[in-house]
């Protein structure tokens, strides 16, 4: 079975200033697991996703992840946020050769971004 | 451009009637998803297909169906049996099986119950 819990409901920060988005994974077989943005009233859009190739993992819009096995952890982070990055971030998990749309979404973080 | 359109953006709907979303994707896709989404939470999976012809329930079928006659094509029916119907629809994509693969959202309907 998996589950992902993203930790903080709500994060705030200002222009600037680095981002944090916390994520926690539960999965009994090797994982892929994935960060999707959404902007008010919008599909979601992947920002990255791990491969199990590097743990260090880079996407879109500056944004990155490092998976930590041993703290079953998959946090997002970003050097300098940016006002476009206020959006609901998810993070996912597939199990195995779980289809994709068949993973489980996290309850997502509200990231707020203040001038 | 590939991707996948969901239309209506906005629908309104009066207690006791069926209504359809429309969902159709032009990636070559085999998979196809519903989902439902209430403010404060996650994604949750309605229905799943991943192949034409054939479909799945998720973990919250009831009062919904669908039906795949096309790979394109993915509508989704919210029946009058569904008891709070208001919510954001999404719609998704994936190649089938396979690990790392990602799936692809389209813009989503806004259902309200009026």
């Known amino acids: 079975a998996q589950s992902v819990t993203q930790l903080d409901s709500h994060v705030s920060v200002s222009e600037g200033t680095p981002v944090l988005l916390r994520c926690n994974y539960s999965?009994?077989?090797?994982?892929?697991l994935f960060w999707y943005v959404q902007h008010p009233n919008k599909g979601l859009q992947l920002l990255l996703k791990?491969?199990?190739?590097?743990?260090l993992v880079k996407g879109i819009n500056g944004f990155e992840a490092e998976f930590k096995k041993s703290e079953t952890s998959f946090h997002l982070t970003k050097p300098s946020a940016h006002m476009s990055d206020a959006a609901e971030y998810f993070c996912?998990?597939?199990?195995?050769?779980?289809?994709?749309?068949?993973?489980?979404f996290g309850d997502g973080t509200t990231l707020t971004v203040k001038p | 451009d590939g991707g996948i359109t969901q239309s209506p953006k906005y629908l309104f709907r009066k207690e006791g009637q069926n209504v359809t979303l429309s969902c159709e994707q032009n990636?070559?896709?085999?998979?196809m998803y519903w989902y439902r989404q209430d403010p404060g939470q996650g994604l949750r999976l309605i229905y799943y297909?991943?192949?034409?012809?054939?479909?799945q329930k998720g973990d919250i079928a009831e009062g919904y169906s669908v039906s795949r006659e096309k790979k394109e094509s993915f509508p989704l029916t919210v029946t009058s049996a569904q008891k709070n119907p208001t919510a954001f629809y999404l719609c998704?994509?994936?190649?089938?099986?396979?690990?790392?693969?990602?799936?692809?959202f389209g813009q989503g309907t806004r259902l309200t119950v009026v």
């Open positions: 998704a994509s994936s190649i089938f099986g396979g690990t790392n693969t990602e799936a692809f």
């Open positions: 999965s009994s077989y090797s994982p892929s």
């Open positions: 791990y491969t199990s190739a590097a743990t």
């Open positions: 996912v998990v597939s199990e195995g050769n779980t289809n994709a749309g068949k993973s489980t």
């Open positions: 990636l070559n896709h085999d998979a």
């Open positions: 297909s991943q192949i034409v012809n054939d479909f």
